[in-house]
């Protein structure tokens, strides 16, 4: 992905997309939504009177359109929607001195709520809500829609990335873990992946843990991405297939300080995956595990 991930995490909270003069549209965007909308929408900006550049009056990026059909006005709209909803996931500050480019882009589908006190009350998103049924009551209705709604997250971020074969993977689970709700995503992703191709469904590459992972619940984040990285150079963790050249998409459930899936993505790059995409279903409203 050519366009840098912002810090920590994004969502398009603002913009502006409006009919001007007489066919004319004016589109304006904050800084890294207007770059990834000239990657993601190339079809759109050759009706554009140039790039993007700076709005006088507004703290973002504008660019103007002339001739858009209606096919054009809703690619822009379903953009606008997609991003207002979908979390854009960076390295935080506490993750800066420990990672680089491990993840070349992250997502989540959305928060688990709109804030912390909603939380506690236990009002979450729908995303929330389904990611909740899915990983405490086993459901398998809400384990497909949300695999639905990551292959349509999946075709937004193919968008920006010239994606061949895709390789599925999650987050190794504990020894003996019977229910593990990334385990079950990827499934139900590839089941998805299956039933809209005719060729053959995409290759999953299946973590497994050959020790009992330690009690990472209670560490402080420099312990846990230490304990993880102990795991990988001990040889405790094996794939059932190798990931060299591959682009993979690691689906998790749930992103807070992104130690775990920043160090897995670490740990594929150091197979040889030439790309690591994560998938998450909700971001939760802080950014720390534990402490």
């Not at 236990?122 to 086993?138: D, V």
């Not at 229910?179 to 497994?208: I, K, M, Q, Y």
């Not at 619940?217 to 094996?238: F, Q």
Request: hydrophobic content about 40%; aromatic content about 8%; some cysteine.
């Amino acid at each position: 992905m050519t366009v840098q991930l912002p810090r920590s995490r994004n969502r398009l909270e603002w913009y502006r997309f409006d009919q001007v003069g007489s066919g004319g549209w004016e589109l304006i965007l904050p800084d890294f939504y207007a770059r990834l909308f000239a990657q993601q929408e190339p079809a759109v900006m050759e009706k554009s009177n140039g790039d993007f550049h700076r709005a006088p009056d507004h703290a973002g990026q504008r660019v103007c359109f002339d001739g858009l059909t209606t096919d054009d006005v809703a690619v822009v709209e379903r953009f606008i929607s997609d991003f207002r909803r979908f979390v854009v996931l960076g390295l935080s500050s506490r993750l800066k001195s420990c990672f680089s480019d491990e993840l070349d882009c992250c997502l989540a589908l959305d928060y688990n709520a709109e804030s912390p006190d909603e939380l506690s009350q236990h009002k979450r998103t729908p995303i929330g809500q389904l990611e909740y049924r899915a990983k405490y009551e086993e459901s398998e209705r809400a384990v497909i829609v949300l695999a639905r709604h990551m292959v349509t997250l999946l075709d937004r971020i193919g968008q920006s990335f010239a994606l061949g074969e895709v390789t599925l993977s999650y987050v190794p689970p504990g020894m003996g873990k019977q229910f593990d709700l990334p385990r079950e995503l990827v499934r139900a992703v590839g089941d998805v992946l299956t039933s809209r191709v005719t060729h053959d469904p995409p290759t999953v590459v299946r973590p497994t843990l050959i020790v009992n992972k330690p009690d990472l619940k209670g560490l402080a984040l420099p312990d846990k991405i230490a304990a993880w990285r102990s795991l990988e150079e001990s040889g405790a963790i094996t794939l059932s297939d190798s990931v060299i050249d591959r682009t993979v998409v690691v689906i998790d459930d749930l992103y807070q300080s992104g130690a775990t899936l920043w160090s897995y993505a670490g740990y594929l790059k150091s197979l040889g995956a030439t790309t690591v995409i994560g998938m998450v279903c909700v971001k939760s409203r802080r950014d720390t595990d534990n402490l």
